[in-house]
């Protein structure tokens, strides 16, 4: 006959205590707490160099419209009784926010891939939304507090009181930001290096932010260049930020919306894919 089974205790013999299991941290369906580390890892990105990234923009705008008030002056009449400087406040405004919102979610990708730390970005468990929400959300951030002090001192210049319509202009930097911030978002997947970024701002950003009726109406171009200008969407932007701010604008502002909105969609949705593919980021 055989001995009882092994696994019987024996007498005087207590089987040792089993390892505890440790679980790993539930998250949920939105990884908040990576989300928010994300957002203000991008805050703290550009705060830290705060001259560079927030005062250097606001003094290139004054350096623009300083040149533009002696160059024209009272001499260009753009929208009736408001002067030429007036017009052109809005316009500067919101050119430096599409262009620091596009600059912060650009640089971050690229930076990370230069720097070889592009790894810390896909490693933590945050989806490709989360990442996606928090680079654009870090990438508004910017481009709104520069507009805000930018608005602040150019407007001061520009005698430029309480907007007109506060919502619209609230909502048009929003929009207008957030676009720019998934261009950047798609710019900053597509460079490897800083010369591939350098030559997507100077040759597509650039030309599309100073070619939207920045510095000049629209209704002024002849065909077919008014039309071809109304293809930008960046023109919509500027637009509906003016008509917010001064009450002038020439477009519907119904229409700005609508086209910003769905600029958005396709960005947002063109993004997602594109990180959550890793495509240039994995390999």
């Not at 930097?173 to 997947?189: K, T």
Request: glycine letters at 10%.
């Amino acid at each position: 006959m055989t001995s009882s089974s092994s696994n019987t205790p024996q007498p005087g013999h207590y089987p040792a205590p089993e390892t505890p299991v440790i679980r790993p941290v539930q998250i949920g369906r939105v990884n908040w707490v990576g989300l928010w580390t994300l957002y203000l890892r991008e805050v703290h990105r550009f705060a830290k160099v705060g001259m560079q990234t927030v005062a250097a923009p606001v003094i290139t705008s004054m350096l623009f419209m300083m040149v533009f008030a002696v160059a024209v002056g009272d001499r260009a009449n753009l929208a009736g009784d408001v002067s030429f400087i007036t017009f052109l406040v809005p316009g500067l405004v919101m050119m430096t926010v599409l262009q620091n919102a596009f600059a912060n979610t650009s640089s971050s990708l690229v930076v990370s891939k230069v720097q070889g730390n592009i790894v810390d970005l896909l490693m933590p468990p945050i989806a490709a939304g989360e990442l996606l929400l928090g680079l654009a959300a870090g990438g508004m951030t910017r481009g709104i507090a520069v507009g805000i002090v930018a608005a602040l001192v150019l407007g001061f210049f520009g005698n430029i009181g309480m907007p007109a319509a506060p919502l619209t202009a609230l909502a048009f930097l929003v929009l207008g930001s957030l676009a720019m911030a998934f261009a950047g978002v798609l710019a900053g997947v597509w460079a490897n290096k800083f010369d591939e970024m350098a030559a997507i701002t100077n040759f597509i950003i650039q030309p599309l932010a100073f070619l939207s009726g920045t510095f000049y109406s629209v209704n002024r171009l002849p065909p077919p260049f008014d039309f071809v200008a109304t293809l930008n969407p960046v023109f919509y932007a500027i637009d509906g930020f003016r008509y917010g701010l001064i009450g002038i604008g020439d477009r519907p502002v119904i229409t700005g919306l609508l086209v910003l909105v769905l600029v958005n969609a396709m960005l947002g949705t063109l993004c997602y894919r594109v990180l959550a593919s890793g495509f240039r980021l994995k390999t």
